[in-house]
């Protein structure tokens, strides 16, 4: 489906709603972000030329059910490289700096080989914060309360099994010692929670 929010320009081609198809390295004066329908902020133009808000199109990759590339909300290609606006790269600030290292971390999903392995495997850690952080309610730490907890009767049940020695009070120190871990990584994720949002509402306040 298309969207149109902004008058044609005959300069630079068809209008899908999303800034065209312009080669030129800022979007369109006359346009808007197809997905929140404003003003660009932080622009990014995808491997199909269309136009979008960082924070937008960053949104839409991040509630997908996995970490793949997402599609063009405009035509549906696959977006294989997101670019910044090179304008935005010189701009100092933390927002800034957040939204162009989420971009590398979108276009290293694109990357093949051992080189892509790495910065995938580099990039997973803040993936994961952000997932845990953009996604945390009260059935995700029960869920992963359950899920320690088994692994830990698991590993309790093979330590017996097989007559291992190396871990003190045996399979019952194992579940002892996931319970604690558990504990600590609940309260880890909910300080880590609580401090992020009070940080977005604290810059929202200056």
Not at 83 to 93: A, C, E, T
Not at 125 to 153: A, D, F, V
Request: with cysteine; glycine share 12%; charged share 15%.
């Amino acid at each position: 489906m298309k969207m149109m929010c902004g008058s044609e320009n005959g300069g630079r081609g068809k209008n899908a709603g999303g800034g065209g198809y312009s080669s030129r390295d800022f979007p369109p004066e006359d346009d808007c972000c197809p997905i929140c329908f404003d003003d660009f902020n932080f622009p990014s133009k995808t491997s199909c030329g269309h136009w979008f808000c960082s924070g937008c199109i960053l949104e839409l990759w991040r509630y997908r059910p996995d970490s793949k590339q997402c599609k063009c909300p405009i035509c549906g290609c696959l977006i294989l490289n997101l670019v910044m606006q090179s304008s935005i790269l010189i701009q100092p600030g933390e927002e800034a700096g957040n939204i162009l290292r989420d971009i590398q971390l979108y276009n290293n999903t694109n990357l093949g080989g051992f080189s892509g392995l790495l910065m995938k495997a580099a990039g997973l850690p803040l993936l994961i914060r952000r997932g845990l952080w953009e996604n945390m309610n009260i059935t995700m730490l029960e869920y992963l309360c359950n899920s320690m907890h088994k692994i830990g009767l698991l590993l309790g049940v093979v330590y017996e099994v097989f007559e291992l020695q190396f871990f003190p009070n045996g399979g019952i120190g194992i579940a002892v010692w996931f319970d604690l871990c558990i504990y600590g990584l609940v309260v880890f994720l909910l300080w880590d929670v609580i401090w992020q949002r009070w940080m977005v509402v604290f810059r929202r306040l200056l």
